[in-house]
């Protein structure tokens, strides 16, 4: 079953990493998962009770150790942050 959340909120859900990105429902493997992937360093963050865990201890890395964000990744509003620059 999958993680049933309020659009309005998954908004303004960010990930707690370094990159504040938007967050997804389910997995790049499960889209069904209990969980929310981050679209740009694609930790997976579990939601336990219909509860997002956005904790970066609890988060589980991608095996891959990132994703591409060139596949999939294209409705994605990436542009938000526009901190590019290093
Ligand atoms: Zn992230």
């Not at 998954?10 to 929310?36: K, M, Y």
């Not at 336990?48 to 991608?62: K, N, R, S, T, Y």
């Amino acid at each position: 079953m999958a993680v049933e959340l309020d659009p309005r909120l998954l908004e303004i859900l960010a990930c707690p990493s370094a990159d504040h990105a938007p967050l997804r429902v389910g997995t790049p493997d499960n889209p069904d998962a209990q969980a929310l992937t981050c679209t740009a360093c694609g930790r997976q963050y579990p939601v336990v009770d219909g509860v997002p865990v956005l904790l970066v201890d609890e988060a589980v890395m991608p095996p891959d150790g990132g994703i591409d964000t060139s596949d999939g990744g294209s409705d994605v509003r990436a542009m938000d942050g526009a901190t590019s620059e290093p």
